[in-house]
């Protein structure tokens, strides 16, 4: 008798081991999704601010359009971001774009989150020298 007590008794066991191994695993899943997130919201913010500091970069050169920021705001958007700054002067475009995550699981823990990135391009003019397409003259006194 007191052998076929001791068999149920064990029957339990293994039911509250395999729940427990499953919530942790499922913790775990969903942490490594949070993870997976955070790295493909930095890849996608780096991609729109490389195209945007490029777009922006572009315009300049050919002068083509001189409203820089709207240009910048579509091309973030395009791309699933918001733009957050968008700088140019007559050689150098340095656009910074963010973000927000949607967690599952780390929301619930921490408050929102965002990614941001930042691109730079500098913008080389045909008639700057470098290339040699114009002549210059040096005048001496």
Same mark, same amino acid.
């Given at each position: 008798?007191?052998?076929?007590?001791?068999?149920?008794?064990?029957?339990?066991?293994?039911?509250?081991?395999?729940?427990?191994?499953?919530?942790?695993?499922? *913790?775990?899943?969903?942490?490594?999704? +949070?993870?997976? $997130? %955070?790295?493909?919201? &930095?890849?996608?913010?780096?991609?729109?601010? @490389?195209?945007?500091?490029?777009?922006?970069?572009?315009?300049?050169?050919?002068?083509?359009?001189?409203?820089?920021?709207?240009?910048?705001?579509?091309?973030?958007?395009?791309?699933?971001?918001?733009? *957050?700054?968008?700088?140019?002067?007559? +050689?150098?475009? $340095? %656009?910074?774009?963010? &973000?927000?995550?949607?967690?599952?699981?780390? @929301?619930?823990?921490?408050?929102?989150?965002?990614?941001?990135?930042?691109?730079?391009?500098?913008?080389?003019?045909?008639?700057?020298?470098?290339?040699?397409?114009?002549?210059?003259?040096?005048?001496?006194?």
């Amino acid at each position: 008798m007191l052998l076929k007590n001791l068999k149920t008794q064990k029957r339990g066991n293994i039911s509250f081991l395999t729940l427990t191994a499953v919530i942790i695993f499922a *913790v775990l899943f969903l942490l490594i999704f +949070d993870l997976c $997130q %955070v790295f493909i919201a &930095r890849e996608e913010t780096k991609k729109a601010s @490389d195209a945007a500091s490029l777009a922006v970069a572009q315009n300049l050169l050919f002068f083509e359009n001189l409203d820089c920021n709207k240009m910048a705001e579509e091309v973030t958007q395009r791309n699933n971001c918001t733009l *957050v700054e968008c700088r140019h002067d007559y +050689d150098e475009v $340095q %656009v910074t774009v963010e &973000r927000k995550l949607d967690f599952i699981l780390v @929301d619930k823990l921490i408050s929102k989150c965002s990614v941001k990135s930042t691109s730079r391009a500098k913008v080389i003019y045909p008639w700057d020298g470098q290339f040699d397409y114009c002549d210059t003259y040096e005048f001496v006194y």
